[in-house]
């Protein structure tokens, strides 16, 4: 991974074999980000992704291994009880058009991934609302 911070838009390349939660999360902590804005396209062979079953308050996750490009990848960076906290979904195609998707659990990059964070002046904390089940912004 290496990546270059422009006044406030980081933007990073992932390599091959990088998982993308875990780069995230180091880049957010060298550049002390709190709140960001994050979108990224390439290229994974491996992903778990996520769904909120909101009657049941409880993810369920699936698993999809192949070679697949990157559709779409958005979400923030905030803290929790002022610490790193990464909320992403993530959409994959396959080499038929089929795109999976859901929450992102784990990622890994089979080619390179481009990323780009927008850093947001400020800090939003989450909490766990009790009555969805999940943890939201408190602002």
């Given at each position: 991974m290496d990546y270059k911070r422009f006044d406030n838009t980081v933007i990073a390349r992932l390599d091959?074999?990088?998982e993308i939660l875990e780069q995230l999360e180091v880049i957010s902590?060298?550049?002390?980000?709190?709140?960001?804005s994050?979108?990224?396209?390439?290229?994974?062979?491996?992903?778990?992704?996520?769904?909120?079953?909101?009657?049941?308050?409880?993810?369920?996750?699936?698993h999809f291994t192949g070679d697949m490009e990157i559709v779409s990848l958005t979400g923030t960076v905030s803290t929790m009880d002022g610490k790193y906290y990464a909320h992403l979904?993530?959409?994959a195609g396959d080499e038929k058009g089929h795109v999976f998707g859901g929450h992102l659990n784990r990622a890994v990059i089979s080619?390179?991934?481009e990323m780009v964070i927008r850093i947001i002046d400020g800090q939003v904390d989450r909490e766990l609302n009790e009555a969805i089940g999940l943890n939201t912004f408190r602002f």
């Open positions: 091959k074999g990088e902590r060298q550049e002390n980000i709190k709140l960001a994050i979108s990224a396209l390439g290229a994974t062979n491996d992903i778990t992704v996520g769904v909120f079953r909101t009657g049941e308050k409880k993810y369920y996750a699936n979904h993530m959409s080619a390179t991934c």
